[in-house]
């Protein structure tokens, strides 16, 4: 009995192991496509196995491996396409594009073939594709779209010509060849931002791609070169490797995204109105320029959370943040530092008068009452102006006059605690 591929067997089982764990943890409709991928891989694997330890069964083991190999690809192109498995519509249609490619592989594998018989089956697949692109693959975009067209144009009329050509088995690589270049492209594409990451797992589905023609083109040039079997396997697990550390650098941007944003309201917290506060003295002092602090205090918030409950407040709150949000300008940051209490910087505000406008904005935003499941309720709001450099040289007298300004607008005096040192 043969056991060389036992260790791809147990890499490919460990690798499968581990996206579930994921899947279980975050819960992605990515990941549940993902891990389907390499639950075929891991069948693709059984059934090389069985192929090389059972002659009798060989053909169909061979036929098997080549199709999950094939559908491995069909579940990571749905995984790009970031469509939920439930959409059973969606992946009918997937399944039958996919089904001449299926008949193609199970007639290669059996020797019942034709020339005709292929090239018929390719048609059938690239007007399949046509029909699934038309129907909306998540491909909203009008040049996108003819861009994906004259993609599947090509790929089938080369699987065509090489089957034309009585080459089935050069069409078979092309075949697994383009599905991989596929999932490369649409992987790229559903990347929300460039990384290390998606550019590494990226360019290994790239490279995933090019054993398929790469070896082949190796046994009819130089089929005197043998090139371990690792070396051809080394792709996958590189795609593996891009997709943890795609998964990663996910998960690190989350938690930073969380670690500077108030949970409710989605706003910056103190964490980064620091730092944007910073950069907006630096962007001042190197232009020469005015920044505006506005300090935004809630009037009779707290009787609403008394008398309404505080998921009522939480929803006052939410909807409040939002009018402020939208009264702002796109370099202007808004961050909740309190409870009802708010700060707005404003870079490069020409003079006092300005920054008086939009706090003038604000005060209007908030004039409109808020509508609850049971009440119409409205609060008041106090708004405190302080403007680098005229009224003060450092981040911490700006806030203090900014403060003590806000609660003379209350007509109240500012607690100790504010006080300029």
């Known amino acids: 009995m043969s056991l060389y591929l036992l260790p791809d067997f147990l890499a490919i089982g460990g690798l499968f192991a581990i996206f579930v764990s994921l899947l279980r943890r975050t819960r992605q409709t990515r990941m549940r496509s993902w891990a389907l991928g390499w ?120 699987q065509a010509a090489l089957s034309a050509y009585g080459h089935p088995d050069y069409a078979f690589d092309w075949m697994l060849c383009w599905h991989y270049l596929a999932v490369a492209t649409l992987f790229w594409r559903s990347a929300r931002h460039v990384t290390p990451g998606t550019v590494f797992t990226t360019l290994s589905f790239v490279a995933w791609a090019s054993v398929f023609p790469v070896a082949e083109l190796l046994h009819v040039l130089a089929p005197s070169v043998h090139v371990e079997s690792e070396v051809w396997n080394l792709p996958k697990y590189l795609v593996a490797t891009g997709m943890i550390l795609t998964l990663l650098e996910e998960q690190m941007t989350v938690a930073e995204e969380a670690a500077q944003h108030d949970d409710l309201t989605g706003l910056p917290n103190r964490r980064l109105f620091d730092r944007r506060l910073l950069q907006a003295f630096a962007l001042a002092d190197r232009s020469g320029g005015r920044m505006a602090l506005l300090a935004i205090d809630l009037d009779r918030f707290k009787q609403i959370n008394d008398r309404y409950g505080h998921p009522a407040g939480d929803e006052v709150l939410m909807t409040l943040a939002r009018r402020l949000s939208e009264r702002l300008r796109k370099g202007d940051t808004l961050a909740r530092v309190g409870g009802d209490e708010f700060i707005a910087i404003l870079p490069e505000v020409p003079d006092r008068a300005a920054a008086d406008v939009v706090a003038g904005a604000l005060t209007a935003a908030l004039q409109i009452p808020v509508d609850l499941p049971d009440a119409r309720v409205m609060v008041g709001v106090s708004i405190g102006v302080t403007v680098y450099p005229d009224d003060a040289q450092d981040a911490n007298g700006l806030m203090a006059l900014a403060d003590r300004r806000m609660y003379a607008s209350k007509g109240m005096e500012a607690p100790s605690a504010y006080a300029e040192p």
Do not use: C, M
């Not at 075929?40 to 059984?46: D, E, G, R, V």
């Not at 069985?50 to 060989?58: E, G, L, M, Q």
């Not at 992946?91 to 018989?117: C, D, K």
């Open 39 to 158: 639950a075929l891989l891991l069948t693709h694997i059984l059934a090389e196995f069985i192929a090389v330890n059972i002659h009798t069964a060989s053909d169909a083991a061979y036929a098997v491996a080549s199709i999950t190999l094939l559908l491995a690809s069909v579940a990571f192109i749905w995984a790009a396409l970031e469509a939920p498995l439930q959409r059973w519509r969606f992946l009918a249609r997937l399944a039958a594009v996919e089904l001449p490619n299926v008949v193609f592989i199970v007639l290669l594998f059996s020797n019942a073939g034709t020339p005709a018989a292929y090239v018929t089956l390719s048609i059938a697949g690239a007007l399949g594709s046509l029909l699934l692109v038309r129907a909306g693959a998540r491909i909203s975009d009008r040049k996108e779209r003819w861009v994906f067209v004259l993609g599947i144009l090509f790929a089938y009329s080369a």
